[in-house]
Each structure stands twice: as C-alpha cells, then as structure tokens.
C-alpha cells in the first residue's frame, strides 16, 4: 500500500492529498497511483528476467483504458477473456502480438474478432473450442497459435469461488486428455498448437500449488518431445498474491526462485497473466460517511456512499480490505488481523455498510475504526483489483469515477456514470 501514505494525520495518494482529489471528483471514487503500477510491473519483470517472460496484464482485474495504456507503453502484453476486453487492449494501444485470449465459452464472434486483429494466442479450455477455433482460422486461411489450458486438479487454496485448477472445476482440460490431443494435432491442420496454459486461481499465497501443476506438465511436455511434438510456450496464468491486511506476503521473486527451474527444464517461451499483483495495492476507493447510526441494542452502523455495486469483493467472497478514514489522528496500525478487532482510545467497534438495499451490503463487521461523523472520508484500501471492473448500478446507483494519480499531478480517467447513463439505450 506504499503509494497511499499518511503524512501527518491525513491520507496522499504519491505527493496528492486524497482531500484535494476529492474536492473535485466527489465520492464515491476509485484513485490509482501510476507509480505504484509501474513498479509492480517491473518487479514482476525483472524477477523473472532470466527466461524474459512475456508479462500480459490481466485485463478484467483493471479493464480502464488509461491503466491499460500505461502499461502497453512499458511493453505489457494483455490476457483478455472477452471480445470487450481484447476492444479495450487494442484501444488501450496493446500490441494484438502480445495479447492471449482465454475463457471457457469464446463465441464465434469473439474467435473472428481476435483472429482478424491476429492476437498472440488462445488458451483453449475444450475441444469443441479447438473445433471452432480450427473451422473458424480455416476460413480466414489464418493458423493461429494455440495453448490448451491445463485443469491439473490442484488445490491452490484460495477462496472456493475463485480456485479455477481442481477437477470439479469448468476450467480446461485433464492432463491425459490433452496428451491425446497433442498427439492428434494433425486433425486441427487451421491451428498452430504450441503452448500449454494453466492458471490455478486467485490469490495465491504460496508456491507450491505453481511448482505442483508445473511438474504435472513437465511430464506432458516431455511425453510430447518424446514423440517429436514441441511445446514452445509455457504460460502460468496469474494469482499472484497482494498484502489485504498489511502482513508480509511473498514477492515475485520468491516465486521465481522456484518457477524458474522447472520453465528452464520445460525450454519453454514463459507467458504471465498477472492482474491482482500489479494493480491491486494500486487503487483504493473512497466513500464519504453519510450517517451514523447506533441500534437500541447497541450496534453502530457506519452508512457510507460506497455499496456493494461499487465494490462487490467483501459481499461475493467475505473478502478483507482495510478501512481508516481519510483524515485521523489516530495511526493505521501497520498490520491488521481480519479476525480480531484491537479498540484503543478513539476508536470504536462499527458495522461499515453502504445504502444498497441488501444486508450483504457490508463492508465490515465489528470492525474497530476511529470515530466517524457524517461527512467524514473513508478509504477502502486494496481496492484496485477487481473493484471497478465488477461494479454494477444495482439498485440504480451510477458507477463511481476513477482517478489516475502521477507525482503531484491527477486526472479523472473515467467520469462518474450519470442518470443519464443509467437508462441510455433504454425506451420508454
Ligand atoms: N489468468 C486467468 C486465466 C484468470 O482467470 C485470471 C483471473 C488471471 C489470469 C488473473 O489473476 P490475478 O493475477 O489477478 O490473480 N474476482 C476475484 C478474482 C477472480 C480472478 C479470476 N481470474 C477477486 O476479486 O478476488
């Protein structure tokens, strides 16, 4: 969370004071610090210099066009999952050489769009998939390149809604059946099948479950070569893990010194889809405290202008994000512990919640946060990944703007959505 730092008693974003943005922009809004970006970016790349991995920024962590521009100007590549967002990497200025598409249920349309722009490669998650994506190139006499994306039946233990790499999972396709796939390529003659893909979920806080898949598929390529059929590209999807609670986690360069050897041993070109790690501790959002409310039975609730259609994680996966207000004299404490609430002086155990009209609309529960009046700044910390890109208007609330900070300038990137917005396209 370096990019977003208390001098004094109030909150900056780089050398902004987060009071200032919101003087202009209003609340609720989402602030990214492009500095913070870049640096994530590059430690990713330089911990995995040694194979010059091929780094695509995972486009629905963060789908805004000028996030996506900053990164395609320091040579990042996208991982899309959609025709939406392989529209967005293009207009973003994303070179189509270094875009890999993946999804379980690409439509023709989608499959046509990416071969017309010829992307880097699909992650092929069936082989119906591969059947349209071989009709499709054939007509287009195009032969694109193709990864299959490998379900290795991996438990990387993260929350049950965001784990993609087990059995029981929609995502792509058993080691044994891809090995018979390989093996049958010359029925797919449209399709230059090259690469293996995997992606085991999000976040991930260990190692292990990438160096487990990793030997799984070591055993395939070499299976492959042993037969003379080549499998050039490696690419290890994303689910690098970011700090939510301000405790240590382990870096890029922790995974590299143990993914590192097995892609050697593969010989393999490696791809990397990372979304959360780049722009997660990126962004924050800030919500302003509309009321305060205390039950007769001695519950306080902080009402804020933030809801869960701005930022769905908390309501979708009980997910933790810290919450301190803008302007405090009481200090962030430099770890939090998401299970255990610390009251000191000044402070008060409360319920965060927005206005939408759902319990689930609960940012925290029984969490200790120093006292709050109406009017007050809150920032949700951790919110850069995943935030805007699963908004919604639910219960017809327009969508939050976003700010893009750089040194000690800022800018909003995308305007808060209208009522206007709200019905375009609709007819009365
Ligand atoms: N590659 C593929 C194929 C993916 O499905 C994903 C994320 C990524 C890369 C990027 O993963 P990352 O590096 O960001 O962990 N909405 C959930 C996370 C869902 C992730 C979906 N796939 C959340 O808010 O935690």
């Known amino acids: 969370m370096d990019a977003f730092k208390y001098r004094g008693k109030t909150l900056f974003c780089e050398d902004v004071r987060i009071g200032d943005i919101i003087s202009q922009a209003g609340t609720p809004a989402y602030i990214y ?22 780094i695509c920024f995972s486009v629905k962590s963060n789908s805004n066009l000028s996030i996506c521009k900053i990164l395609a100007e320091e040579g990042s590549g996208f991982d899309v999952v959609s025709g939406g967002e392989l529209f967005r990497a ?38 119906a998939e591969l059947e349209h994506i071989n009709i499709l190139a054939g007509e287009v006499n195009k032969v694109p390149r193709v990864a299959l994306r490998i379900n290795p039946d991996i438990d990387a233990k993260t929350h ?19 090995e018979k796939i390989i093996k049958q390529s010359a029925r797919y003659p449209n399709v230059d099948l090259c690469g293996l893909h995997v992606h085991l979920g999000s976040p991930i806080y260990t190692v292990d479950p990438y ?9 395939l390529i070499q299976n492959c070569r042993n037969e003379s059929l080549d499998i050039e590209y490696m690419n290890i999807g994303g689910g690098y893990c970011i ?9 890029p360069k922790d995974y590299a010194s143990k993914i590192l050897p097995l892609v050697k041993e ?29 039950t007769v039975h001695g519950k306080k609730f902080v009402i804020c202008d933030a809801a869960m259609n701005d930022l769905i994680r908390p309501a979708l996966y009980d997910a933790f994000h810290r919450i301190w ?59 850069g990944a995943y935030g805007f890109t699963m908004s919604s208007s639910y219960n017809s609330r327009p969508r ?29």
């Open 33 to 54: 610090s492009k500095n913070a970006i870049l640096t994530r970016y590059h430690e990713l790349k330089t911990a995995f210099q040694d194979v010059d991995a091929m």
């Open 90 to 127: 293009i207009k973003a200025g994303g070179d189509p050489s270094k875009i890999v598409f993946a999804g379980v249920g690409k439509m023709d349309r989608e499959i046509k769009y990416a071969l017309e722009n010829d992307i880097s490669m699909f992650n092929v998650e069936s082989v």
């Open 160 to 178: 049950a809604k965001t784990t993609t790499g087990k059995k029981e999972n929609k995502f792509g396709i058993d080691l044994s059946e891809a």
């Open 211 to 219: 160096v487990r898949a990793l030997k799984k598929i070591l055993a």
């Open 243 to 251: 700090s939510y609670t301000g405790e240590k986690v382990i870096r």
């Open 266 to 294: 593969m010989q393999c070109n490696l791809i990397m889809e990372p979304g959360r790690f780049i722009i997660g501790n990126s962004g924050i959002l800030i919500s302003q405290v509309i009321y305060t409310k205390e």
């Open 325 to 383: 207000p803008v302007n405090t004299s009481i200090k962030m404490p430099a770890v939090e512990n998401p299970n255990k609430s610390m009251v000191k002086k000044g402070m008060e155990l409360v319920d965060i919640v927005g206005p939408v009209c759902e319990s689930s609309d609960t940012f925290a529960t029984d969490r200790a946060l120093p006292k709050v009046k109406e009017g007050d700044l809150l920032a949700i910390f951790s919110a």
């Open 400 to 428: 939050p703007c976003e700010v893009l900070v750089d040194g000690d300038q800022f800018r909003i990137i995308r305007k808060r959505e209208t009522y206007e917005d709200l019905v375009r396209g609709e007819d009365v």
